[in-house]
């Protein structure tokens, strides 16, 4: 993975600037369908007649004709992204910030042990980024057999992958024991199967490693919902239950092949210190299980992810290097072992931007209103919690500069058919105007894998884009786009919606009356 070229503010700033260049405003216009190859970024957006003319190219995107990785295309708009009528929404990822966040933790988290960085697939399941991981060394983390197959076929190695769901069926352990893929056991019932679909006890398993995952009840978090450790997690067994703590090691003793401890006690609103504790608890734990075998059975500790991110700036806080500050002092032995981690937040939030128009704005009650097509399908929790789910909104003008005006206390809509579909609320920002551009940061995880489609909005387009360096390059912030996945077209909504008619499922069902 190359190193990021410049800040991600000003990474952001030059491909926004380069999409208002090549988008059509919010008017009539006629319609451009722009073909995508096979390996190249297609547009179909919408421009007025007499608009930028084809061959030309705006400013900072790549030269026309030039190719590389991703095989652009020589027409000067087709290798840019645009916001139009059929594509009013869309998801940027800044694909160098995404190599630099990786890197930054790798090194941070060095060790003479091994130390794998199984990235959470359900916080970007975007095939070509997961393949971007597996190819700089990344292991998976997955919590369904969606996330497992999306894995596999991503390019990593079954023995990188980390299965993690706390509602394993028959099916899929088996299939995880088959392929040879690392599985945290949620509770005693799931060790159970386990036990049937391995056998005798003593020969071993054909997975990397078996652990079992405990809740050290280490305390809540700022935001409840995503807090793992609490006393009543639904996540692994309660080490502090009377009783578990002895039954855990009992049930190692019984079976070599538990050979991994694995706490979840992170997630946003969570302080280093608590996460920290919660590893504090699986590593005592592991010493005592391999003391009481009188042997190293315990070789590796699975610390997940949870590390919190800003929302509130530019700044990245706290770091990896952080972590890793106050993992060295509160639990020094835990790089006696070898280590996973689970992060995907704290990876790729900061490489993500959610990039929109205002179609409409009006005011209400004196408070300024701005309509935007980016609601509740890309930022759900936003939506629903805004108090614990609080996002950024960069103003821009429609020709993708920062927009200074009068600032006026502003609600920032999406499209969905109910009230609390909000990005923001009583902010004071720039005065929108129709045909502004709304960009939200801070989006890169989850925001593009939770799409929720009430009302029957599609999912968004995503495009990621890196600097271009050296010879190829025309300057600061020229750049170069990539499709990381389509839009949904209509026609692939009304084909999720469901059956077109009813289909009978073969026989009538006594006394049903059907």
Known sequence: MPRSQQPIADSRAHAIRAIAENSAPSAASETDHVGLGAAGLGVTGTRPAGTRPAGTRPAGTRPAGTSGPGGLGAAGRDDVPALSDQSPVLGLVDLDAVDAAFEHLTSAFASD??????????????????????????????????????????????????FDSPAKTWMELRRAVELGVSINVDNFDELARLDTLLGDHSSGSASARIGFRINPQSGTGAIGALSTATETSKFGVGLADPGIREALIEAHLRRPWLNQIHVHSGSQGISLDKAAAGIRAAVDLALEINARAATRQITRIDIGGGLSVNFDSEDVTPTFAD???????????????????????????????????????????????????????????????????????????????????????????????????????????????????????????YYFSNPFSYNLLPRVPVYGYRAVVGIEAEGEGTLQFFLIRQGQTIDDVLAEAGEAELRNLGRKVEGSGV
């Open 113 to 162: 042990r091994e130390v794998l960085h199984a990235v959470a697939c359900k916080a970007a399941p975007l095939p070509s980024l997961l393949r971007r991981y597996a190819q700089a060394g990344a292991g998976c983390e997955v919590a369904s057999p969606g996330e497992l197959e999306l894995a596999l076929a991503a390019g990593f190695a079954p023995d990188r992958i980390v």
């Open 323 to 445: 972590y890793r500050s106050v993992l060295d002092e509160e639990v020094p032995e835990l790089f006696d072992f070898d280590v996973v981690t689970e992060f995907g937040r704290a990876l790729l939030a900061k490489a993500g931007t959610i990039l929109t128009r205002v179609e409409y704005a009006k005011t209400t009650g004196g408070r300024h209103i701005a309509m935007t097509h980016a609601g509740v399908q890309v930022a759900t929790r936003t939506a629903y919690a805004p108090a614990d789910w609080p996002l950024r909104v960069l103003p821009f003008t429609a020709a993708g500069e920062p927009k200074i005006a009068e600032a006026v206390p502003t609600d920032v809509a999406g499209p969905a058919c109910f009230s609390g579909d909000l990005l923001v609320r009583d902010r004071l920002l720039p005065r929108l105007d129709v045909g502004d551009l709304v960009a939200v940061p801070e989006t890169g995880a």
